[in-house]
């Protein structure tokens, strides 16, 4: 038997038969495709060496008919993307990125490495110029299949998957949909190579997997595989890094037999065991535009992006730096620890005015998501409205105060 490397897509990794790790924010080039730590290249942790079983023969099902097919990649994309959910995971090993989708108006599918040990969980659908940004817990985690079911804060307006009632045919065309490497959302295709198959990872065995060609990688953990009717098929699980074309999915009949006992469940199962719990680095995702051509108003928006961008990428010193002396915490130690899980999106600078003595007021409204201790009243996601008042300081501007826009209220939650 050849020894291989498995890596999981998200945020742990497989070896032969490794599963897709979430993207960390190690620069070391990821093995699993399962959930993506952050944009950076996922961590791959040493995998076994799967097990080689011939496979099971495919039992054959008759191909659909013409009329069941969409007719292209493109249809199913355009029909099913709204349901596709990217999956921001706090951790105490510096969060991940991973893929989820919707079986329900709440319910969210994943795998359990994508949310494992998460202190919060950012939920991002819908489209990516003006995305949804909802928070949620894990209500079902199941290690040995690597299965997990998210219940979010609220319903969600996109898509719900229905999963396939028989296991695909060896050579039928599948697509499968995530976020691989933390890129915008993102379709690749494939066909069925195999049925059945059982890999092994750090003393684990995982059986009854489906094998595919289609490209899959760190980030695409928890997505969907889906058949040319836009049924799940499976769930991206593993990728196999001594080669190519090989990577493997947990089949719609798991994912129905967990989804079931789980779907009543509303409190967390998961926790992360540390004091500041990390969100992953999304630096990549701040294009923040000025809201006119006034030099002013573009000055100010940069130091927002520099600002969110700080944030979002754990570098609380140049956060900090960009506050007045007498806005900032007593120390920026403090202040990292506040802020740790958090996560912020959808950053829009309305207006910038120009003040008294040469400042300036500036109305920006985000979302972020954080741990509940890290939250304003235990808020796991909380939209922002607030007018800060920013100083000169050379170059660049600091901000001394943030309050409630136009004297109403500074947040609510999501």
Not at 386 to 414: E, F
């Amino acid at each position: 038997m050849v020894a291989a490397l498995v890596v999981l897509l998200g945020s742990a990794a497989f070896a032969a038969s490794q599963l897709l790790k979430p993207d960390a924010t190690s620069t070391t080039p990821v093995d699993s495709a399962r959930a993506t730590p952050s944009v950076t290249p996922t961590r791959v942790s040493p995998s076994p060496t799967p097990t080689s079983p011939s496979p099971t023969p495919a039992s054959a099902s008759p191909s659909p008919s013409a009329s069941e097919v969409p007719g292209d990649f493109a249809q199913i994309f355009s029909k099913v993307r709204s349901g596709v959910v990217r999956i921001d995971s706090s951790t105490c090993d510096g969060g991940g990125i991973g893929t989820g989708f919707l079986i329900d108006d709440a319910l969210i599918v994943t795998a359990a490495h994508v949310v494992e040990g998460a202190a919060s969980l950012g939920l991002t659908f819908g489209d990516e110029s003006d995305p949804t940004v909802a928070s949620g817990v894990v209500v079902g985690i199941d290690r040995e299949t690597d299965m997990a079911l998210i219940r979010a804060d609220r319903d969600l307006d996109g898509h719900v998957f229905g999963l396939a009632d028989s296991q695909p045919d060896v050579g039928q065309s599948v697509v499968a949909i995530g976020f691989p490497q933390g890129e915008p959302m993102t379709l690749t295709s494939g066909i069925v190579s195999g049925l059945n198959r059982t890999i092994s990872f750090e003393g684990r065995t995982f059986q009854g997997l489906i094998q595919t060609d289609a490209a899959i990688n760190p980030g695409n953990s928890g997505g969907p595989m889906l058949d040319l009717k836009g049924a799940v098929q499976g769930v991206a699980d593993a990728v196999r890094t001594d080669a190519q074309g090989i990577a493997y999915a947990i089949p719609a009949a798991t994912v129905r037999r967990l989804t079931e006992q789980w779907r009543g469940n509303t409190k967390s199962v998961v926790d992360a065991d540390c004091e500041a719990p990390t969100a992953p680095d999304r630096t990549s995702d701040f294009d923040i535009v000025p809201p006119s051509d006034d030099p002013l108003a573009v000055e100010v928006t940069q130091l927002f992006r520099d600002y969110f961008t700080a944030i979002n990428g754990a570098d609380y010193d140049q956060a900090w730096a960009l506050m007045s002396p007498r806005l900032r915490p007593s120390d920026v130690t403090t202040f990292a620890d506040s802020l740790s899980s958090t996560i912020d999106f959808g950053v829009v600078v309305h207006s910038v005015k120009p003040g008294k003595d040469g400042s300036a007021t500036a109305h920006v409204y985000f979302v972020s998501t954080q741990a509940s201790e890290q939250g304003p009243e235990g808020q796991t996601c909380t939209v922002w409205d607030l007018d800060y008042t920013l100083v000169p300081t050379g170059d660049p501007w600091q901000i001394r105060r943030a309050k409630a826009h136009g004297g109403g209220s500074a947040y609510h939650s999501c």
